[in-house]
């Protein structure tokens, strides 16, 4: 580049032909004496007239952008050569100083030789390679950073540097590259400044880029912390300014921190050791005195907003750099951390296991910008402060010139998280406009990764995700389409779409596996080389789940760990169970990783595990083997094994450290004590390690530090104490509270000899598994013998201890007993309710009993749905696992034998508490559920849709525990937990209770509501409808088990209530107690049909709904018809054969067996759980035959039919929601009269049809006269009535009336609100009223019939068209309707078919429209874009409009009508030439308020006294200037009102004004007769972009410049970029208008385009003489139609990429399908006859708008581009790079 343009000046001077090289002498690189070369030799210029003008012609022919100063009088000392020019005077716009006015003869004396101050081509400079205040001196130099030599350097010129930085002053001045080398080009050397300067390059200096140097010898400098207090005041933005103190810049390391001199470290992105950068290192600060007020110090200097926690102990791993800080003492308000109290710099008493960290929230601080978008008035302060030059390199490279920052982006994309995932990994967000938001997959590689992980602080990525691998986000979108090289510092330097320009969903977003946040990973519950995989995760240990764990798995786990290679991957939490979360499922190694994160996983704590199946390994050791001798089983000496031996361990520097490096590679949790001078006895072997020093994260004693020789006694025998082996404890061959006591130890359950076992022993044992007190102790073996070792022996306890392994004992494994002495316990039955929080895994703990509580909802006595008591209430058990063996522990836990059946699948209704079991797996020989293997309580991955049930036998168990038994097997609320229904059906039947083994009966003396109520809770109801007594459902045959009983009501069970005592009676069997519990389904009707026949519904939380089909079959109908009174069914019908529903589906999968006695019996998928729509509603025919076996009156009345003898009512002789009412009656339908008929009657009609109320009322059979008989007269409704014969009336069939009398109603329609939106009038996007918002239609099977149906309801005669594809937009509301199958004769949308409300499977894409037929399509011909004459569409051809009594209202309403603001004129007289058609409309008369023309007063279609000549017009606001008309000039009075008027200025901008406001235009960067073309606007030269330039426009700009004509119209910046404004875009001119500004352009300052897009032109150099006046042709000027506008970019006047305008700005086309046909048409709205190609793949350049038109589909006769078929404004699935284009024929 740099040698293409060094060719561009030479040619430039050989043109000119008189050019001479110029130079500035006696000053500095930018300032100084101008001398210019000619002859051979260096002359000067005299000063005579020497001004600004000719010093900005210097400076630029120097390079520089322009001169502060014309200097006279010899100021920068005298020549000595020949004067060479003078009387020097320049317009400002010459190339060359040559070029301007001047006399090769002079009067002068070299005193008065011209000089100039030129602005600093380095006014960039940075520090790099350092931190915020200290680096190598950078300058900003011919597009490129460079370095400044170090001949010479000194403090001087380093003080210079510093305070243009904005700093104070410089502490130091730095050489021999003391900051590393740079990579640039040296720009400075042998620089000399005396410190008063304001920038580098007022310095003396050898010139730029003349040196001797390299790299080597960079300079340097160290600026003074203190920043200048001349900086900005506060407007400034505080994320431009620099921070305090001496660690001021901050980052994270690892993390996602923006400045790098405090960083985490040993943890992750928020959390980690706190260390410091001090005297070229990183230090750590010592935990003294550490809080949380100095953790929130550095979370904040980090950049988040507050800590979660202040660490200490180096909890994150030991340092290794220096102690730089202790005794911090924030008070939590201070910036940064050495602005808090401490003891000083590296003055501290502290090691490094002393090291402090924190854990930072993962908020980032409120005080980062959310905005990305800098005003003017603010660049204007920036700009006049040097330190910020630096941040807008990345915006401009040259900070002097005018810029507006509102079209460049600040960086506003620096906030990165990951989310969905761990700490490394997860779904890429990114923070933009105050919200996080996510990236799009398309396109996203290893490259973008890498850029997202290193801008977080990672090394780089190791995977790219996609496809919301870690789960959708819920924000916007805010990338698509990234494109890194891999290189960029933050994810918005990339290539991408443009912020929010996508085409995705969240199932797209993007995501990433940065390398490695589970670094930390430990054995735990084994010994130094084996137990069960732990990792490190959000400042706790978690597990690793077993799911597909194998030896590659547990190859990499070890060779983490340091060791070789794994011996076995061990499952099923081999060495105990975790407490803590589970991080990892599914792990899948290929065994080659380095750590365990790299390897494929769910996701960080993404899993469906229970600690029972925690992963474990055995890993390869080359370790020394250890043990502890001369204590007890956690307690000793520790000894080693080496070399065939044990040997002992010095205690010279033994610690805690060091013992829990021991204890934790024995198998414990850590060291209670380190022990030393031989605790616990001398050893007799070798002293095997002396001098071990341990951090405390080793995994065996031999990675510790230590010497293999050692100076020691055995008198100085090193010990330890561990934390108990034996914190797991059991009650084995028992129940809950009773027990063999077993201990687990090295991997297995053993047991406990009874010798010396005695209360207090078992006070321990009863303690430590959280009861309160033991009752008894056991011995001999009295629950059975275990089958492991026996652990412990002659236990001895004080009482008082916490663990069994706290009390005297023989030693571990240490016995002298047989399995027939093992120990037991009964503990007290009541919970300790100060339960140890130990760190004992919750899920091997016993339930203790907590679940002894168990019972059968939602059934009937010995089956239903298996509910137990926990934490207070109810919950239930999933069925996961669920089979025969769990429901015979359930059933025998009940007191029945053995289980019949385990069901699944909520046979008997979802449950409403929590979820208390999952995963259970009894072997089916427990006592309790609570005894078998389970997930843990209230641990699950369930719904209550798998909600378990079982059948139990009805034989009573015989071998129910005797009194002996302990009393924790017989239910705690009472002896009569178990309540059953017998004699009935599911919901009523006779009371009966189990007690002494068999069922009994309940006596109904005192029997009332209260007490049934208590009986129906306690079986799971919600509440009893009635009491029943005298045997109503037959008599008993057990014992009478109570009497007299007397319930509160609030009780849980019957037990619970007062009464005689149990068997206590003085009753017989034909007083046994029933009830009637409240049915959750007992009320169902039919509708839509017949009396006997119709839709299903059933009545459910306040409203009717209907049955899904899915499985209705025959057996499903017959319940249904019983339960109605019917007989049987005849069938069972699907499909919404009786129309579609409108409420909530409540039943689906419905399988009955047929003999239910109601539908909430049969098995189904739960209330409300379905996957229908209302087209699958459920129907049946019922038997006309009564059923014979109804129940009498005595029947409880919840059993009959709620609705009545004329629950069956339909509307006819009219539509879907109105019409005659017609009531079923003994097999046919009949009327109503309207005898005192009104709205209040009409309102319980429409109410039962399932409509909100009615509108009207209606008489004198309006719907026409019904043919059956007259069933009601005189109704007379209250209005609260649910169905009509609830209300008064004369009897059934008694009336006085005749058909003519037929009643009627409407009802309030549930979509009667339909409106058109997104196009006009008569056309738009169709949207109904529902839910109190306004919804769109599905496209799904939309034809003209359905729109005929939406035209009429809107009052239109019929459709012309109905529409697909979101023609109209997409809108924004929920989807109404789908699958719309109307006949076309419907009065309203909903009486269509349809698939129900809201039920669809849609996009806003499939938006559906409609074109209503009326005469209110609407354009404007014979004029432009915005104006022309009116013309509406009537009986299929274009007519006009009169322009009688036409004025501004009426266009306001055309204007809008087109889719425009407003109108500015409305034109009479034919303005825009006289129609052709018929005249339409006359007289009109608009208010100016109407949405269409049509809804004006006007005299009739067609109905007028006018001709042509009258055809109004209008002139409609809001268009590109260029399609105003181009006729007349306007005064410069006018021109000043006008553009007092902001519309009108763009106006402007294609008239031809007597002002001529773009009348200078000039040559710039080239020759006399070459060059960036540049025109005059608003007091400064701007450029013209190159959008398609051509010849023809090239030639305007000579003309007008007094040269003949163009030889060349160049693009692409030719002639170097411009700086001012871009002021002329899109230029169109057809070669003779007189200027620029006559031509057809995008308006003044309207572009999108760059400066490297400036035009330029080579002029002929003979002079012009002819200049032609020919106008532009008005076939080149856009018709109408919503796409009118059309035009070529990037190409020429007859070919070029495809654009259009819409909503105000211009898109392109994108290529898909695009061919010559459509080409076609676009020619042809150009004005050209046809189109040569159709070109793709952007091929005339890419475009920057939005992508307006894709699926382009035109059959080649249309007029405009909108006419053809395509997929949706706006609807699109392309990028930029299909844009498509056309090559058009010109003749």
Not at 317 to 337: A, K, M
Not at 1271 to 1287: A, I, K, W, Y
Request: proline content about 2%.
């Amino acid at each position: 580049m740099q040698l293409w343009w060094l060719l561009v000046v030479a040619c430039s001077v050989l043109i000119s032909g008189n050019a001479k090289l110029i130079r500035l002498a006696g000053g500095a690189g930018n300032t100084g004496r101008v001398e210019v070369y000619h002859n051979g030799q260096w002359g000067t210029v005299c000063d005579d007239g020497w001004g600004l003008e000719e010093a900005n012609v210097v400076c630029r022919q120097l390079g520089f952008e322009s001169a502060s100063w014309s200097r006279t009088m010899a100021h920068y000392g005298q020549g000595t050569g020949p004067i060479l020019l003078d009387d020097v005077v320049c317009d400002g716009s010459e190339t060359f100083l040559t070029q301007c006015s001047h006399s090769d003869t002079h009067d002068c004396q070299h005193t008065e030789d011209a000089g100039v101050d030129c602005y600093s081509v380095l006014n960039n400079v940075r520090l790099a390679g350092g931190g915020g205040n200290y680096g190598r001196v950078e300058v900003y130099y011919n597009g490129q950073w460079g370095t400044v030599c170090d001949d010479g350097w000194d403090l001087i010129d380093a003080n210079v540097v510093c305070r243009q930085l904005g700093f104070e002053s410089a502490l130091e001045s730095k050489s021999s590259a003391f900051y590393g080398q740079g990579s640039g080009t040296i720009v400075l050397d042998d620089v000399d400044c005396t410190g008063d300067e304001d920038s580098l390059d007022q310095c003396r200096h050898n010139g730029l880029e003349e040196h001797n140097c390299v790299h080597y010898e960079d300079a340097g400098v160290v600026c003074s912390n203190t920043p200048n207090t001349l900086l900005p005041t506060t407007d400034t933005p505080s994320s431009l300014l620099p921070t305090t103190g001496v660690w001021n810049n901050v980052r994270l390391a690892g993390g996602g921190g923006v400045l790098n001199n405090v960083r985490l470290a040993g943890g992750g992105g928020n959390y980690g050791r706190v260390e410091v950068y001090y005297n070229e290192q990183w230090g750590t600060v010592c935990d003294d005195g550490w809080d949380l007020n100095d953790a929130h110090v550095v979370c904040r200097q980090l950049g988040f907003e507050s800590a979660l926690e202040g660490n200490s102990n180096a909890m994150y791993g030991l340092g290794s750099g220096p102690i730089v800080l202790d005794d911090v003492d924030c008070t939590g308000d201070e910036h940064s951390l050495d602005q808090c109290r401490h003891n000083g710099l590296e003055e501290h008493n502290c090691v490094h296991y002393e090291d402090a960290g924190v854990v930072c929230s993962n908020t980032p601080s409120t005080l980062l910008p959310t905005t990305g978008y800098i005003t003017e008035e603010l660049t204007t302060l920036l700009l006049s402060t040097s330190y910020f030059t630096e941040a807008l390199t990345t915006l401009l490279p040259s900070t002097k010139v005018p810029i507006r920052l509102w079209r460049w982006r600040v960086d506003i994309l620096n906030t990165v998280r990951l989310a969905g995932g761990g700490g490394n990994y997860g779904r890429v967000e990114v923070y933009y406009k105050g919200q996080w938001g996510t990236v799009c997959d398309d396109l996203w590689d290893s490259d973008d990764a890498n850029v997202v992980c290193r801008q977080l602080g990672f090394e780089f990525a190791l995977e790219g995700n996609r496809n919301a691998l870690y789960g959708q986000g819920s924000g916007p979108i805010v990338l698509d389409d990234v494109e890194c090289t891999g290189d960029e510092d933050s994810l918005d330097q990339c290539r991408h779409n443009g912020l929010e320009e996508h085409n995705c969903g969240h199932h797209e977003d993007a995501g990433v596996v940065c390398q490695n946040i589970l670094n930390t990973v430990r054995l735990a519950g084994g010994g130094g080389n084996y137990g069960r995989v732990e990792v490190y995760y959000k400042g706790q240990w978690g597990t690793v789940c077993d799911d597909w764990w194998d030896s590659d798995d547990a190859n990499v786990v070890c060779r983490q760990l340091g060791f070789e290679f794994a011996l076995e991957g061990n499952r099923y939490a081999l060495y105990g169970q975790g407490s803590g979360p589970i991080v990892l499922d599914d792990v899948e190694c290929t065994g080659d990783e380095d750590s365990l994160d790299q390897c494929r996983h769910n996701g960080l704590e993404e899993h469906n595990c229970g600690h029972h199946e925690d992963a474990g390994v055995v890993c390869q050791s080359n370790a020394k083997e250890i043990r502890l001798a001369g204590g007890a089983g956690n307690t000793g000496r520790v000894e080693v094994y080496h070399n065939g031996q044990w040997g002992t361990v010095c205690d010279d520097g033994w610690g805690i450290e060091e013992a829990d490096v021991v204890c934790r590679q024995l198998g414990f949790e850590s060291a209670s004590w380190s022990r030393t001078k031989a605790h616990y006895g001398q050893g007799t072997g070798p002293i095997l390690l002396d001098d071990v020093v341990c951090d405390g994260s080793e995994t065996s004693l031999t990675q510790c530090s230590h010497s293999d020789t050692d100076n020691c006694q055995h008198t100085e025998d090193a010990g330890v104490d561990c934390y108990s082996v034996l914190n797991n404890v059991r009650l084995a061959g028992g129940g809950g509270n009773y027990g063999r006591v077993e201990v687990y130890y090295n991997g297995q359950w053993g047991t406990v000899c009874d010798d010396g076992w005695d209360l207090i022993d078992a006070n321990v044992v009863c303690r430590q598994l959280g009861f309160d007190s033991a009752l008894e102790s056991k011995s001999s073996a009295f629950y059975g013998q275990g089958s492991g070792t026996i652990v412990l022996d002659d236990v001895d306890c004080t009482g008082d201890e916490d663990s069994l392994d706290q009390c005297g004992h023989a030693g571990l494994e240490e016995h002298n007993c047989g399995h027939h002495e093992d120990a037991g316990v009964v503990c007290q039955n009541t919970p300790n309710t100060l339960l140890p929080t130990t760190d004992t895994p919750s899920s091997l703990l016993p339930t203790t009993g907590v679940l002894n509580n168990v019972r059968l909802a939602g059934g009937g006595g010995n089956f239903g749905r298996v509910e137990v008591y926990y934490k207070g209430q109810w919950g239930t058990v999933c069925d996961d696992l669920w089979d025969s063996d769990d429901a015979n522990v359930v059933c025998r836990q009940l007191g029945f034998e053995f289980a019949l059946e385990g069901n699944r699948n909520a046979l008997y209704g979802q449950g409403s508490g929590p979820i208390v079991l999952d995963d259970v797996e009894c072997t089916g020989d427990e006592d309790s559920l609570d005894q078998c293997r389970h997930n843990g309580l209230e641990e699950h991955n369930c719904g209550h849709y798998e909600d378990a049930g079982v059948v139990c036998s009805n034989t009573p168990n015989t071998l129910l525990p005797t009194t002996d038994t302990p009393n924790t097997l017989l239910p705690t609320t009472g002896v009569l937990n178990n309540v059953r229904l017998a004699g009935g059906g599911g919901n009523y039947g006779r009371v009966e209770v189990y007690y002494n083994g068999q069922w009994g009966t309940v006596c109904d003396d005192g029997w009332d509501l209260i007490d049934a109520n208590v009986v129906c809770r306690q079986l799971g109801f919600d509440s009893a409808l009635e009491y029943n007594s005298n045997a109503l459902y037959d008599q008993g045959s057990g014992p009478i088990v109570l009497d007299d009983v007397d319930c509160t009501g609030d009780e849980d069970s019957l037990d619970q209530c007062g009464h005689a005592g149990l068997e206590k009676h003085n009753c017989g069997h034909h007083e046994d107690a029933g009830v009637v519990c409240n049915s959750v389904l007992n009320n169902v009707r039919l509708a839509g049909g017949g009396g006997h026949y119709g839709r299903v519904e059933v009545y459910y939380k306040g409203q009717w709904g209907t049955v899904c089909d899915d499985l209705w079959d025959s057996d499903d109908a017959n319940v249904v018809c019983r339960q109605l009174g019917f007989e049987f069914a005849l069938e069972g019908n699907r499909d919404a054969l009786y129309g579609q529903g409108s409420g909530p589906i409540v039943l689906d999968d419905v399988e009955c067996t047929g003999d239910e006695d109601s539908l909430d019996q049969c098995r189904h998928n739960g209330l409300e759980e379905h996957n229908c729509g209302h087209y699958e509603d459920a129907g049946v025919v019922c038997s006309n035959t009564p059923n014979t076996l109804l129940p009498t009156t005595d029947t409880p009345s919840s059993l009959l039919p709620t609705t009545g003898v004329l629950n069956n009512v339909r509307l006819a002789g009219g539509g879907g929601n109105y019409g005659r009412v017609e009531v079923y009656y003994n097999g046919q339908w009949g009327t109503v009269c309207d005898d005192g008929w009104d709205l209040i009657d009409a309102n319980v009609v429409c109410r039962q049809l399932g409509f909100d109320s009615a509108l009207e009322y209606n008489s004198n059979a309006l719907y026409g006269q019904g043919s059956g008989p007259i069933m009601l007269d005189d109704v007379d409704c209250t209005g609260d009535e649910d169905s009509l014969d609830q209300c008064g009336h004369a009897g059934l069939e008694e009336h006085n009336c005749g058909h003519h009398e037929d009643a009627g109603v409407v009802c309030n329609s549930v979509l009667n609100n339909v409106r058109l939106a997104g196009g006009g009038g008569n056309y738009g996007r169709v949207e109904v009223y529902y839910n109190e918002q306004w919804g769109t239609v599905c496209d799904d099977g939309w034809d003209l019939n359905d729109a005929h149906v939406v035209c009429r309801q809107l009052g239109f005669e019929s459709a012309l068209e109905g529409n697909s594809n979101a023609m109209y937009g997409l809108g924004s509301g929920p989807i109404v309707l789908d699958d719309v199958d109307c006949t076309g004769d419907e009065h309203s949308l909903d009486q269509c078919r349809h698939a129900g409300l809201e039920e669809d499977n849609c996009d806003h894409f499939e938006d559906a429209g409609v074109v209503c037929r009326v005469f209110d399509n609407v354009r404007l011909a014979g004029g432009g874009g915005n104006y022309g004459r009116v013309e509406v569409h009537y009986n299929g051809q274009w007519g006009t409009v009169c322009d009688d009594g036409w004025d501004l209202n009426d266009a306001h309403v055309i204007c809008r009508q087109l889719g425009f603001e407003f109108a500015l004129e409305g034109n009479s007289n034919a303005l825009y030439g006289q129609g052709s058609g018929p005249i339409v409309l006359d007289n009109v008369n608009c208010m100016g308020d109407e949405d269409s023309l049509d809804q004006c007063r006007h005299n009739g279609l067609e109905e007028h006294n006018c001709v042509h000549y009258e055809d109004a017009g209008v002139v409609c606001s809001n268009t590109p200037s260029t399609l105003l008309p181009t006729t007349g000039y306007i005064t410069e009075e006018l021109t000043t009102l006008l553009l007092s008027t902001s519309y009108f200025t763009e106006a402007l901008t294609t008239l031809l004004p007597s002002t001529n406001i773009l009348n200078t235009v000039r040559l710039a960067g080239g020759g006399g007769n070459y060059g960036r073309v540049e025109v005059y606007y608003k007091g400064q030269w701007g450029t013209v972009c190159d959008d398609l330039w051509d010849s023809d426009d090239a030639n305007v700009v000579c003309r007008q410049l007094g040269f003949e004509f163009a030889l060349e119209g160049n693009r692409n910046a030719l002639y170097g970029q411009g700086s001012g404004p871009i002021v002329l875009d899109d230029v169109e001119c057809t070669g003779g208008e007189d200027s620029l500004d006559q031509c057809r352009h995008n308006g003044l300052e309207e572009h999108n385009c760059r400066h490297h897009e400036d035009a330029g032109v080579v002029c002929q150099n003979t002079p012009n003489t002819l200049l032609p006046t020919t106008d532009t042709p008005s076939s080149l000027l856009p018709t109408t139609g919503v796409l009118n506008n059309v035009r070529l970019a990037g190409g020429g006047a007859n070919y070029g990429r495809v654009e259009v305008y819409y909503n105000g700005q211009w898109g392109t086309v994108c290529d898909d399908g695009w061919d010559v046909t459509d080409a076609n048409v676009v020619c042809r709205q150009l004005g050209f006859d046809s189109a040569k190609e159709g070109n793709s793949y952007a091929l005339y350049g890419q475009g920057s708008g939005p992508i307006v038109l894709d699926d382009v589909d035109c059959t080649g006769d249309e007029d405009f581009l909108d006419q053809c078929g395509h997929a949706g404004l706006e609807n699109h699935d392309c990028g930029h790079h299909e844009d498509a284009g056309v090559v058009c024929t010109v003749l």
